[in-house]
């Protein structure tokens, strides 16, 4: 069953994915911060449950068929093949 997902929603959903994203890319700055190493293992920790929760739901919102086309635009094998 197909059903219609509103405008909204689909804003909602890719700003998740993208908010995803953006919390995986600050785990490259977690290193520079002038944390103990507990409070970098905490905020280590957030950042990646954080951003597996958005990219999860996000997911879901958005739907089965946009997240495969998403993911086979991440694959660097797909990158330089045509396909016929």
């Known amino acids: ?5 509103s405008a909204a929603s689909v804003r ?5 994915v993208v908010l995803s994203v953006l919390l995986y890319a600050g ?3 977690v290193p520079f911060a002038p944390l103990p190493t507990e409070g ?3 905020l ?7 951003g597996e929760v958005c990219s999860w739901v996000g997911g879901a919102i958005l739907g089965k068929e946009v997240v495969s086309r998403f993911r086979k635009g991440l694959n660097p094998l797909e990158w330089f093949w045509k396909r016929e």
């Open 40 to 42: 970098k293992l905490v």
């Open 44 to 50: 280590t920790s957030a950042l990646v449950v954080s």
């Open 1 to 5: 069953m197909r059903y219609l997902r």
């Open 12 to 16: 909602v959903a890719w700003g998740l």
């Open 27 to 29: 785990l490259l700055l």
